[in-house]
Nanobody, 122 residues
Framework: QVQLVESGGGLVQAGASLRLSCAAS????????MDWFRQAPGKEREFVAD????????YYADSVKGRFTISRDNAKNTVYLQMNSLKPEDTAVYYCAARGLGSSWQGPYEYWGQGTQVTVSS
């Protein structure tokens, strides 16, 4: 069992930066690829970024490519999402998720966090 807890969200102005963290419980963190998703009010949840188990391979949604960076520290059981040049359209609840062997960024995902709110004002 893996529990994921996100933190680092908040209210910022357009153009600012935030770094989200997702702390995982358990000793098997390095066995999971980690992803970030987001859900804006009235919209479906959407994929944001994907990171391989080793941290050597990443994949991003076009909407965040060049602005967001996903990374992980397996020694700390934590995955990060560095968000730069934030835009009002980035406003959403951000979730981290863990996926195991044989999965891809399209799923399936085994564990989800509870989410952290990011609000970007114009």
């Amino acid at each position: 069992q893996v529990q994921l807890v996100e933190s680092g969200g908040g209210l910022v102005q357009a153009g600012a930066s935030l770094r989200l963290s997702c702390a995982a419980s358990g000793r098997m963190f390095s066995r999971y690829a980690m992803d970030w998703f987001r859900q804006a009010p009235g919209k479906e949840r959407e994929f944001v970024a994907d990171l391989s188990r080793s941290g050597s391979s990443t994949y991003y949604a076009d909407s965040v490519k060049g602005r967001f960076t996903i990374s992980r520290d397996n020694a700390k059981n934590t995955v990060y999402l560095q968000m730069n040049s934030l835009k009002p359209e980035d406003t959403a609840v951000y979730y981290c998720a863990a996926r195991g062997l044989g999965s891809s960024w399209q799923g399936p995902y085994e564990y989800w966090g509870q989410g952290t709110q990011v609000t970007v004002s114009s």
